[in-house]
């Protein structure tokens, strides 16, 4: 062979590298821009980017093929090296399309980990034996390296290209080829491509433009504006006159859905412990509480600060601050990872102690037992007043489920059910999925009870109120629809409200509402307790007649409101921002979205709704002084 045809040979395997290795990000990039809508501006950069990779696979090949002699091993160690690169790229590409389906983000560098360490409970979860999902792994893996070294025994070219180099102009080509990607990786680093919503970037950086709290977008210079109105508000915030002060327990389960508690009149016995509280002592019920959202940042975010998504900003004046501002100690204590996977910690605010997933070792995934460990390491009551907040697991569909303890059989995880296409009024309903979730309801249930007798023996429930709720609801086959995070359905935007008063009578009852709102539920905790609530607080107390005619939502790119202007007809509008596609609902005579109304709304309803959404929801600092 002629140097010439030589070289030629070469140049044609080293295309077919390139053209091979960029099929994946290409299938990749047309599911992220197409699937996603999301804009083609990031193809280019992406490219780019993966580039990188493929330049370092290419330099290792090169010393390799200079440095060992045996052709055999030469091409194990290019096919182990090229697989491993692959498998990363897949499962990069896995977790970004899972993120977008799941909440409507791209996954952040310092959740990876977590995600890591939670693997084997996340495919027991799934209904797989961890032993079997490892063996398909390594079977996976080892097939990937089969086809790669069938491939580069083949055509791998750059044993040739290092032979047919000198030594010198090898160690050139690879001491600047490292130089260029180190450079490369330095320019990522300081200019990356989050503007043009290039997937790698946004894992790697954040966007100093738009920042996503679990897929809800906050503008960083309308949250700096708004900040310095919480400030605002902060500074001139006057605690209430010295006097008792009741503890305040706060539950919030997660994925609780009202209409699946035998409490709130489910043929199912699923809260036998809320029931039995009920009949000896007063539990007020607070019906069709809606959420401001389907996911749990959002939810709890909007619970602690009252605001609805698109008043977020990053140092809201939230409920836990203010209790804090009226001397109270505040322990937060989490079933979940509200440290890097929701982001939340830093919403908070300081509190004296938070725990959750992030922090505990030794447990499985959202495995709640971690929260009445961590109860119980707790000191007793000094007469201190005191905040808890717990966040509970056991609902949720990756919680640890214990087929010993399951009530209703046969229960089977419906996670993979996950799908983003409403069917309108049809449902799929599943008697495993239903058994699953209300085996997970009960468990929540024997949460609340050990969590409330742990707190009684230690003092805590003696002047207290406990107040229970939820982040969000969950699909279940209604309209077609599966987990959350997916739709704005009323299933998944529903959630309970329960108050209980633990030694002492309320001072003002609790006064009819029709929908009372997520961004309600702080405000109402503050009065019932006594202590004033913020100027740009959203929410209105339970226990006042006024209400704003709005509440708002969103998720899944749909925005909507709930019109209570009517008590009597209360109406739901959504808008979808990617389709266009509006719907409208009577939700007092028609709670589970089965009739669309929007052909009998009159036009000028219809634009005054539309002009909201559009306008997004309006701020009221009119009380602001």
Not at 100 to 119: E, F, H, K
Not at 333 to 349: A, C, N, Q, S, V
Not at 454 to 460: D, F, I, N, R, S
Request: include cysteine; glycine fraction near 6%; charge should be neutral.
């Amino acid at each position: 062979m002629t140097a010439r045809s030589h070289a030629t040979t070469i140049a044609r395997r080293a295309a077919l590298d390139a053209v091979l290795w960029y099929c994946v990000p290409a299938a990749f990039m047309a599911i992220y821009i197409r699937g996603f809508s999301l804009p083609a501006d990031a193809l280019l950069p992406h490219f780019l980017i993966v580039a990188m990779p493929l330049a370092a696979l290419i330099l290792m090949r090169l010393a390799v093929g200079r440095l060992v002699a045996n052709s055999a091993l030469r091409t194990a160690i290019g096919a182990t090296l090229l697989a491993v690169l692959l498998s990363v790229m897949l499962l990069y590409y896995a977790l970004v399309i899972a993120g977008l389906q799941s909440w409507g983000g791209i996954i952040s560098w310092n959740v990876i980990p977590s995600y890591a360490r939670q693997a084997p409970t996340y495919v027991a979860t799934l209904g797989f034996p961890p032993w079997l999902a490892a063996a398909l792994a390594i079977l996976a893996f080892a097939s990937l390296v089969t086809a790669c070294w069938k491939y580069l025994r083949r055509f791998d070219w750059t044993a040739a290209a290092a032979r047919y180099m000198s030594g010198k102009v090898l160690v050139a080509l690879l001491l600047c080829g490292a130089g260029v990607l180190t450079a490369s990786a330095y320019n990522l680093s300081m200019q990356p491509w989050t503007a043009e919503s290039e997937p790698v970037s946004l894992t790697l950086f954040r966007d100093p433009v738009r920042v996503e709290v679990q897929g809800h977008a906050v503008d960083p210079i309308a949250a700096a504006s708004l900040d310095r109105r919480e400030e605002t508000v902060r500074a001139a915030y006057v605690p209430a006159a010295s006097g008792p002060r009741r503890n305040l327990v706060l539950i919030v389960i997660d994925a609780q859905r009202p209409d699946h508690m035998s409490l709130y009149g489910y043929a199912r016995e699923t809260t036998p412990h809320l029931d039995q509280l009920a009949r000896t002592r007063e539990v007020r019920k607070v019906d069709f509480v809606h959420a401001s959202c389907a996911d749990t940042s959002c939810g709890m975010l909007s619970m602690s600060s009252s605001k609805f998504p698109r008043q977020f900003s990053f140092k809201p004046f939230t409920l836990q601050q203010v209790m804090r501002r009226n001397g109270y100690r505040v322990h937060m204590i989490l079933g979940g990872d509200h440290t890097k996977f929701y982001g939340l910690r830093d919403f908070y605010g300081e509190v004296d102690t938070f725990y959750d997933g992030a922090q505990a070792t030794g447990y499985f995934m959202n495995d709640d037992q971690l929260v009445l460990d961590r109860l119980a390491a707790m000191p007793d009551s000094d007469g201190t007043p005191t905040m808890f907040q717990f966040h509970l697991m056991s609902t949720h569909m990756l919680s640890k489920h214990d087929d010993a303890e399951a009530h209703f059989k046969p229960a089977r995880s419906y996670v993979l059910r996950f799908h983003d296409q409403d069917s309108g009024a049809a449902s799929t309903v599943e008697e495993s999925a239903i058994n699953y979730y209300d085996n997970g309801v009960r468990k929540s249930d024997r949460m609340v009870r050990a969590l409330l007798d742990m707190l009684e023996a230690k003092g805590y429930l003696r002047d207290t109120l406990v107040a229970i709720t939820a982040d969000h609801g969950e699909g279940l086959g209604e309209h077609g629809m599966f987990v959350h995070m997916n739709s704005v359905r009323e299933e998944v935007l529903r959630i309970p409200l329960l108050l209980i008063a633990h030694g002492y009578t309320p001072d003002l009852s609790l006064l009819p509402r029709a929908a009372p709102a997520q961004v309600d539920i702080a405000p109402t905790l503050l009065t019932e307790l006594g202590l004033p609530i913020p100027a740009t607080w959203q929410g209105r107390p339970l226990q006042a007649r006024q209400a704003d005619d709005f509440i708002y939502f969103e998720g899944s790119q749909n925005f909507g409101l709930i019109d209570r202007s009517d008590p009597a007809r209360v109406m739901k509008y959504w808008a979808n921002a990617e389709t266009g596609t509006e719907h409208a609902f009577d939700l007092s005579a028609d709670p589970h979205e089965q009739r669309d109304l929007l052909d009998n709304v009159t036009a000028d309803t219809l634009l005054a709704w539309r002009a909201r959404i559009v306008a997004g929801t309006p701020l009221q600092f009119a009380r602001i002084p």
